[in-house]
């Protein structure tokens, strides 16, 4: 039971740009999500985070966006840096949900 | 302050083989959780200790145990491995645990390969 979902496993965009990354969620339960980002041979890092009685939250170049209605959440990065390649995991969790539940993730390629 | 400290980074075991695996989270954090990545899985959740107490639980086999001490630190035993049992093992710490609004943040991991 996939109950949060990246239905994109890769996004490749030009340094300089928006990226653009996206999550969608089943359980109605949920009411915080967060982002991670994961570099090759070491754990998650806490990127940001947005509880469900706001719509957007904004750390420096960092804005998560979330939908409730839609059941969404996207990752707006911008501008884009060659720093920025990496695999992204959102995430959700509740009071009543409990645990925190992982996406299958996105690898994000910024390009010269 | 320090992060949370995965030890060891890297483990062979063989098939029927046991292992245990150590954290030791932020300091101050009283939540440890552990989950495991593999390739095709993504982040699957183990479970949840809060002040020496199993909070929560994955759906994993009972070959997968944890506990944590009295300081915080936690460790994480896999008995009889099995092939499949290859994978990174993650440990998370978090102030207030999870469901709480508490992120959870990540040590480096445990890389575990069964031969």
């Known amino acids: 039971d996939q109950q949060v979902k990246q239905n994109s496993p890769s996004l490749s965009v030009q340094e300089g740009r928006i990226s653009i990354l996206n999550c969608d969620y089943t359980?109605?339960?949920?009411?915080?999500f967060l982002w991670y980002k994961k570099y090759p041979a070491e754990g998650p890092t806490f990127l940001i985070s947005?509880?469900?009685?706001?719509d957007k939250n904004e750390d420096g170049r960092f804005t998560v966006f979330l939908n409730k209605s839609a059941k969404h959440l996207s990752l707006h990065i911008v501008p884009s840096q060659p720093g920025d390649s990496a695999v992204y995991f959102c995430?959700?969790?509740?009071?009543?949900?409990?645990?925190?539940?992982f996406g299958q993730g996105t690898r994000l390629t910024i390009n010269p | 302050k320090a992060g949370v400290t995965q030890t060891p980074r890297y483990l062979i075991k063989t098939r029927g083989q046991q292992v245990t695996l150590s954290c030791s989270p932020i300091?101050?954090?009283?939540?440890v959780s552990w989950y495991q990545q593999t390739p095709g899985q993504g982040l699957q959740f183990l479970f949840e200790?809060?002040?020496?107490?199993?909070?929560n639980k994955g759906n994993f086999p009972g070959r997968f145990s944890g506990r944590q001490f009295s300081n915080s630190r936690s460790e994480m035993n896999v008995s009889t491995l099995e092939l499949g049992d290859s994978a990174l093992y993650l440990c998370?710490?978090?102030?207030?645990?999870?469901?709480?609004?508490?992120?959870?943040?990540f040590g480096n991991g445990t890389r575990l390969t069964v031969t």
């Open positions: 998370a710490s978090s102030l207030d645990g999870q469901g709480n609004n508490s992120p959870l943040h």
């Open positions: 359980n109605s339960m949920f009411d915080y």
């Open positions: 947005i509880s469900s009685i706001k």
């Open positions: 995430a959700a969790s509740g009071r009543r949900a409990q645990k925190l539940v």
């Open positions: 300091s101050g954090h009283r939540s």
């Open positions: 200790y809060f002040s020496e107490t199993q909070r």
